[in-house]
């Protein structure tokens, strides 16, 4: 018995000195499913479930729990389980070669599937720099102005979104999910005193350290700056892209570590945001190298569909979710590609231009490795404006030219029916973008145009030949031509502020100085957006 004891503890050693590798096990099925489909608001909101039936999207197995009873059988055979996918219905652990045969052996298991890519590889010996783009270029400074959008005007102007807010879109009723790293002064700076005093952060978690602190000063400034992008505010200052919305705030990327983990942390949140319902999730983000070198990708690899995080944020995308990512900030080094996961063809992928509209050095470059376009688009990722604190702040990268761009999908989102295909959005995305039809590796079709998207998508269009201002430009009195009678006329000037309010189709702007100007001309059941031209 004592030689026996010798050899099994000696064996146990040596498989516990094995090497493992991080793997996920796909689980053959959902056997309570059933208690799902008859009581669906025990897994979704009633939020999450209008969103699928307004977009016509059925219930499947894949909303539906994981079996518990798996997770224990797994857990019973010696493993730790953290992180688990209801979308891919399983679960991940860390295992050796010999452990991976046996959990493949399991009756409910379908299969094993592994996160390791080169198995040659090992651990660096240095870490990754993350955020290098973002972390170079960040700054802080008091910005002395009294313009309404401060120092965001620009970035806003370019991707037309200012028209939206002054047509009355600034995101309210939509709801944004920031999956990042964690979002330190959100509860304290006066940056984000709007978003709380107006109850508009609904929850958050963190799915590192799998407790509710998000806000912890630790944890990386990332995910505040871009979410500062899209719902930040200091009066006269500061106006985020969409400083309405509701927000969720996830963090899932550990600052200090770049792991595998971390596109399953993502999926997790994924799945809790369209529990909770939200229209937009927003993440800049992207993998392809990690601290130990056999979970890396190759160019190869970003098809759209080889990586976890690729995979689940399709699914999400499927649930009728609108997904932004940043494209990457990887345009100068010897990989250049776009990261995974914006090699999603369903995924809306963001480049980064500056304030002249040419590509920044460093915007990852598409297309993916299927030759599908990505990035699909563009916004200001270079010197742009955001908040921090109590400060308005400037950072660069891909990291902020996707959140000021899921900010305005979440005002165009506000302007359309709900019914209306996210594909379809996309779509028209595209195709009114600065370059379309044409594309550039770095800006995909161009600097998105959000107010022409609107016109095109909603009755803007029909709106635009039913008025006639003239003359325009216009020196004196400027006339409005409409078959319906007037209500009221606002006129506001370049930089977001309403200067008068009239009556009446013939408008005296005599007085008002050179430059650009929007009319919002209210009917009895319309609001109509022009620009005119003050010589």
Same mark, same amino acid.
């Given at each position: 018995?004592?030689?026996?004891?010798?050899?099994?503890?000696?064996?146990?050693s040596?498989i516990a000195?094995?090497?493992?590798?991080?793997?996920?096990?796909?689980?053959?099925?959902?056997?309570?499913?059933?208690a799902?489909?008859?009581?669906?608001?025990?897994?979704?909101?009633?939020?999450?479930?209008?969103?699928?039936?307004?977009?016509?999207i059925?219930?499947?197995?894949?909303?539906?729990?994981?079996e518990?009873?798996?997770?224990?059988?797994?857990?019973?055979l010696g493993?730790?389980?953290?992180?688990?996918?209801?979308?891919?219905?399983?679960?991940?652990?860390?295992a050796?070669?010999?452990?991976?045969?046996?959990?493949s052996?399991?009756?409910?298991?379908?299969?094993?599937?592994?996160?390791?890519?080169?198995?040659?590889?090992?651990?660096?010996?240095?870490?990754?720099?993350?955020?290098?783009?973002?972390?170079?270029?960040?700054?802080?400074?008091?910005i002395?102005t009294?313009?309404?959008?401060?120092?965001?005007?620009?970035?806003?102007?370019?991707?037309n979104?200012?028209?939206l807010?002054?047509?009355?879109?600034t995101?309210?009723?939509?709801?944004?999910?920031?999956?990042?790293?964690?979002?330190?002064?959100?509860?304290?700076?006066?940056?984000?005193?709007?978003?709380?005093?107006?109850?508009?952060?609904?929850?958050?978690?963190?799915?590192?350290?799998?407790?509710?602190?998000?806000?912890?000063?630790?944890?990386?400034?990332?995910?505040?700056?871009?979410?500062?992008?899209?719902?930040?505010?200091?009066?006269?200052?500061?106006?985020?892209?969409?400083?309405?919305?509701?927000?969720?705030?996830y963090?899932?990327?550990?600052?200090?570590?770049?792991?595998?983990?971390?596109?399953?942390?993502?999926?997790?949140?994924?799945?809790?945001?369209?529990?909770?319902?939200?229209?937009?999730?927003?993440?800049?983000?992207?993998?392809?190298?990690?601290?130990?070198?056999?979970?890396?990708?190759t160019?190869?690899d970003?098809?759209?569909t080889?990586?976890?995080? $690729?995979? #689940?944020?399709?699914? +999400? *995308?499927?649930k %009728?979710?609108? =997904? &932004?990512? !940043?494209? /990457?900030n990887?345009?100068? @080094?010897?990989?250049?590609?776009?990261?995974?996961p914006?090699?999603?063809?369903?995924?809306?992928?963001?480049?980064?231009?500056?304030?002249?509209?040419a590509?920044a050095?460093?915007?990852?470059?598409?297309p993916?490795?299927?030759?599908?376009?990505?990035p699909?688009?563009? $916004?200001r #990722?270079?010197?742009? +404006? *955001?908040?921090? %604190?109590?400060? =308005? &702040?400037? !950072?660069? /990268?891909t990291?902020?030219? @996707?959140?000021?761009?899921?900010g305005?999908?979440?005002?165009?989102?506000?302007?359309?029916?709900?019914?209306?295909?996210?594909?379809?959005?996309?779509?028209?995305?595209?195709?009114?973008?600065?370059?379309?039809?044409?594309?550039s590796?770095?800006?995909?079709?161009?600097?998105?145009?959000?107010?022409?998207?609107?016109?095109?998508?909603?009755?803007?269009e029909?709106?635009?030949?039913?008025?006639?201002?003239?003359?325009?430009?216009?020196?004196?009195?400027?006339?409005?031509?409409?078959?319906?009678?007037?209500q009221?006329?606002?006129?506001?000037?370049?930089?977001?502020?309403?200067?008068?309010?009239?009556?009446?189709?013939?408008?005296?702007?005599?007085?008002?100085?050179?430059?650009?100007?929007?009319?919002?001309i209210?009917?009895?059941?319309?609001?109509?957006?022009?620009?005119?031209?003050k010589?």
């Open positions: 018995m004592r030689k026996i004891f010798t050899i099994l503890s000696v064996s146990f040596l000195t094995a090497q493992t590798e991080l793997v996920f096990i796909f689980f053959k099925d959902k056997p309570n499913k059933a799902f489909y008859s009581n669906p608001l025990s897994e979704l909101t009633q939020k999450s479930l209008d969103r699928r039936t307004n977009l016509g059925s219930l499947v197995d894949q909303d539906a729990p994981i518990q009873s798996y997770i224990a059988n797994i857990q019973n493993f730790e389980v953290t992180d688990y996918s209801k979308w891919l219905n399983g679960v991940a652990v860390n050796t070669s010999a452990q991976i045969q046996t959990l052996q399991q009756s409910y298991v379908d299969h094993v599937e592994s996160f390791v890519r080169n198995p040659n590889g090992g651990k660096r010996n240095e870490k990754i720099e993350k955020f290098k783009e973002f972390d170079q270029t960040i700054s802080s400074r008091d002395l009294t313009f309404n959008y401060g120092q965001g005007l620009a970035q806003i102007n370019q991707v979104i200012r028209a807010h002054v047509a009355g879109f995101g309210t009723g939509m709801t944004i999910a920031v999956i990042d790293t964690g979002f330190p002064t959100v509860n304290t700076g006066t940056a984000f005193k709007r978003l709380r005093d107006n109850g508009k952060i609904k929850g958050g978690y963190n799915f590192i350290s799998k407790n509710t602190d998000i806000y912890n000063t630790s944890l990386n400034t990332h995910g505040s700056i871009c979410l500062g992008t899209i719902g930040g505010y200091i009066d006269n200052q500061f106006v985020g892209t969409a400083p309405d919305a509701d927000f969720y705030l963090a899932t990327e550990d600052g200090g570590n770049e792991i595998p983990e971390e596109q399953l942390y993502w999926i997790e949140a994924a799945e809790e945001a369209d529990r909770k319902g939200v229209d937009v999730i927003t993440t800049s983000l992207g993998y392809y190298q990690f601290d130990d070198s056999r979970y890396d990708y160019y190869a970003m098809n759209g080889t990586s976890f995080i $690729a995979r #689940g944020a399709q699914i +999400a *995308t499927e %009728g979710i609108f =997904v &932004t990512f !940043a494209a /990457g990887e345009g100068n @080094n010897d990989w250049h590609y776009i990261i995974t914006a090699d999603n063809e369903k995924v809306f992928s963001i480049g980064a231009v500056d304030s002249q509209g590509a050095s460093f915007s990852s470059y598409g993916n490795a299927s030759g599908v376009i990505k699909d688009a563009s $916004a #990722g270079l010197a742009t +404006a *955001t908040v921090y %604190g109590d400060n =308005v &702040t400037q !950072a660069s /990268g990291s902020l030219s @996707n959140p000021l761009a899921a305005g999908v979440a005002c165009l989102l506000q302007s359309l029916p709900s019914t209306t295909s996210r594909e379809e959005i996309k779509n028209r995305l595209r195709q009114n973008a600065s370059l379309y039809p044409n594309t590796p770095q800006r995909g079709y161009g600097i998105l145009n959000f107010y022409k998207t609107y016109e095109t998508l909603s009755s803007g029909i709106k635009k030949t039913q008025v006639k201002i003239y003359p325009n430009p216009v020196r004196d009195v400027i006339n409005i031509s409409l078959d319906k009678s007037i009221s006329v606002e006129i506001f000037d370049f930089l977001g502020r309403l200067i008068r309010t009239e009556t009446k189709n013939n408008i005296n702007v005599s007085q008002l100085s050179k430059g650009n100007y929007i009319l919002k209210k009917t009895g059941n319309q609001e109509i957006i022009e620009k005119f031209i010589e």
